[in-house]
């Protein structure tokens, strides 16, 4: 599919719905700040993308740095609910 990330796309989509994927799972979430804006927006645009087509969930995983990365696009802010696990500690 170089070239044509389209086809790509479309392709995922496709494959998601055959495979009855109904869940899908982004982790590192934070690191998508480090893109500039245009960047951010089409990561954004996609997720919003696959989640209508495919009629999937996400749930995505981040460092305190991606409290508020969904914040700024309503869309998604209404689709994300933030929730903080607690940092894991050994038993003593």
Do not use: C
């Not at 995983?61 to 607690?86: C, H, V």
Request: aromatic share 10%.
């Amino acid at each position: 599919y170089y070239g044509k990330p389209h086809m790509a796309l479309e392709e995922a989509i496709e494959l998601l719905i055959s495979h009855k994927v109904r869940l899908l799972m982004i982790d590192e979430v934070h690191h998508i700040i480090r893109l500039t804006p245009a960047k951010q927006r089409i990561i954004m645009d996609l997720i919003k993308f696959i989640s209508n087509e495919a009629e999937l969930p996400f749930v995505a995983f981040g460092t305190e740095e991606a409290t508020n990365i969904f914040s700024y696009d309503p869309q998604l802010k209404n689709r994300f609910k933030k929730m903080e696990i607690p940092r894991w500690q050994a038993d003593s």
